[in-house]
């Protein structure tokens, strides 16, 4: 968010986006499209309620579109945004190892899992915890 251009932020700002599981990711295991039908509106900068500080809150998986945009300007915003948050000095690489544990806070970080362990496989557990509703607060 903070390395966006200013009148970037500000736009961002005064945005809403939905997000829902209709694009749904591909590499996931099969869902039930009934019954995760549901979306959600959120700001498109999301305040963290801990640190303050302002995140995007934009995934190229689950956001669909942004409220109140045709759907060309809509897609043009969300490409340019997924694009910058994607950059990959935003990125941190994990690498597995025997007993190794991830910890990473979904308000203010994309996860991303690649399957670059071929051939060996990959177990875990995942823990999530119910958060708040996401906020923007200047």
């Keep these: 968010y903070r390395r966006l251009p200013v009148a970037r932020r500000e736009r961002a700002e005064r945005l809403r986006m939905v997000s829902g599981m209709e694009r749904g990711p591909s590499f996931a295991q099969p869902i039930d499209r009934e ?19 302002q995140a995007l809150f934009v995934n190229r998986i689950f956001t669909t579109h942004i409220v109140g945009l045709e ?20 990125q941190c690489r994990f690498k597995w190892r025997p ?21 060996n496989r990959r177990r875990g557990l995942r823990v999530t ?10």
């Design 35 to 53: 019954r995760h039908k549901s979306q959600s509106v959120h700001p498109f900068v999301r305040t963290h309620p801990v640190s303050g500080k």
């Design 71 to 90: 759907k060309a300007e809509s897609d043009a915003l969300l490409q340019m945004l997924f694009q910058h948050v994607e950059r990959p000095e935003f």
């Design 99 to 119: 007993g190794s544990v991830a910890f990473w806070d979904n308000r203010c970080a994309l996860h991303l899992a690649l399957w670059d362990y071929y051939p």
């Design 129 to 138: 915890i119910k958060g708040e509703k996401p906020f923007y607060r200047p």
